[in-house]
């Protein structure tokens, strides 16, 4: 696991991210969506931090936040020390090649009607590199690399996306995302759409990839078990807050909100002599336009307490390392 002490090439400090709700033939603004509200890390060179939680929890807010493709509503975002919260399109140009994103669903981030690796060339022939623009030529041998390196023969490089399967989809996207050689790549949900033998042939893709290139990744996924192959921290979500984060093993083993105990009793368990105390969690998510008052969680947490209704609880260092937001810790 990188070193806590290497610089950052992600920092995030009281990111807020807030969408208004209008209404009406006028458009007015009735309320606001809180899908982010004051999430905090960091993340090293060549270290993979995960993001967890339900669907509807801010975790793709976060990522897509980050890379500045929405707009925070407060906060602040620096890449490699850099602050980039409120640089301009034309002072992010040059700075989008060092974060990349991987989509959830590979087929349709893909554009049916242009060849495979025109695809994968496209960031190359709209950014350029560092030293300019890239000859076509060139552009196609770099295009043949990152097909190689991908797991891709050359041959494939014109054949059109519904000719590949699901998990070569999703290792277009892949090549797609290292074209500019980026420091930083969010892969949202990356395996969600793939079948669960294919999940593990792209998981090991990224982490080779990482190992080989220095890679740093925000990984977005709902499900623990896919965040506990790659990640080397992990930070749980919920209703726009952070309520855990720590290092995996930390996690797995001394799970220490009730969220996250919940999250990791739905987590299958292969040795049923080492299965987990289930906790199940009762109800949905509640609306994030009228979160519950104190504790989000307490609608739903079988220890909620009087004050966890009224009382927003702070995210605490418990033990080193281990930051946790709940009043009985
Ligand atoms: Fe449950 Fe209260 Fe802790 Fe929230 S603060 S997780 S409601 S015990």
Redesign the pocket.
């Known amino acids: 696991m990188p070193s806590v002490c290497m610089p950052s090439v992600l920092e995030v400090e009281d990111l807020k991210t807030y969408f208004p709700v209008r209404t009406g033939l006028l458009r007015r603004t009735v309320g606001q969506v809180h899908a982010v509200d004051g999430v905090s890390f960091a993340i090293g060179a060549g270290e993979t931090l995960g993001l967890v939680g339900e669907s509807g929890c801010g975790k793709t807010t976060v990522g897509r936040s980050v890379l500045r493709l929405i707009e925070p509503t407060a906060g602040v975002i620096r890449l490699g020390g850099r602050d980039i919260t409120r640089l301009g399109r034309a002072e992010l140009r040059p700075l989008r090649r060092e974060m990349q994103i991987i989509f959830q669903d590979p087929f349709s981030s893909l554009n049916p009607r242009m060849r495979a690796g025109d695809i994968v060339g496209e960031p190359l022939k709209v950014h350029g590199t560092v030293h300019g623009t890239v000859p076509a030529a060139e552009r196609r041998d770099r295009v043949a690399a990152l097909f190689s390196r991908v797991g891709l023969s050359q041959a494939q490089m014109d054949n059109y996306p519904h000719q590949f399967s699901g998990g070569q989809r999703q290792r277009i996207g892949v090549a797609r995302a290292l074209a500019l050689n980026p420091k930083l790549i969010v892969c949202d949900e990356p395996v969600s759409a793939l079948d669960v033998s294919i999940q593990a042939q792209v998981i090991n893709l990224l982490t080779d990839l990482q190992r080989e290139l220095g890679l740093s990744y925000l990984f977005i996924s709902h499900n623990l078990a896919v965040v506990e192959h790659i990640s080397h921290r992990i930070v749980v979500m919920y209703l726009g807050r952070i309520?855990e984060h720590t290092d995996r093993e930390t996690l797995f083993r001394r799970p220490l909100?009730?969220?996250t105990e919940a999250l990791l009793a739905a987590v299958p368990v292969p040795d049923p002599a080492a299965r987990r105390a289930k906790r199940v969690l009762q109800g949905d998510v509640p609306s994030p336009l009228h979160p519950p008052a104190?504790?989000?969680?307490?609608t739903?947490?079988?220890?909620?307490?009087a004050?966890?209704?009224s009382?927003t609880?702070r995210l605490r260092e418990i033990e080193p390392g281990h930051h946790v937001?709940?009043?009985?810790?």
């Open positions: 309520v909100h009730p969220y104190g504790c989000h969680f307490h739903r947490c079988p220890y909620a307490e004050r966890c209704r009382e609880p937001a709940c009043h009985l810790r």
